[in-house]
């Protein structure tokens, strides 16, 4: 269930409350009982970070058949240079 802040404009209350979201807003303020107590809109509470939901969701899995950097590079090394045509005569 989502937490609302309501403000009352007579007595400047501030509160949250814990409402389901088919709830009607509440209309009289706690505190003084006014009919001034407004909801507020406010920022969500919580933050999606990283690349998934979970950690099992949408990892990058190694392609079958792709090379690694590493394998890359040890294999250019391994291959014997061309001889250049100074030399070839």
């Not at 090394?77 to 100074?86: C, G, I, L, N, V």
Request: aromatic share 8%.
């Amino acid at each position: 269930m989502p937490i609302y802040e309501y403000i009352c404009r007579s007595c400047g209350l501030e509160k949250e409350h814990l409402q389901k979201m088919s709830d009607a807003p509440i209309e009289l303020c706690p505190e003084c009982g006014s009919h001034d107590y407004i909801k507020q809109i406010s920022a969500a509470g919580f933050q999606l970070k990283g690349s998934g939901w979970y950690v099992t969701d949408f990892k990058n899995k190694p392609v079958a058949g792709a090379k690694s950097k590493t394998e890359s590079k040890s294999e250019s090394k391994t291959e014997s240079p061309a001889p250049s045509p100074a030399t070839a005569e």
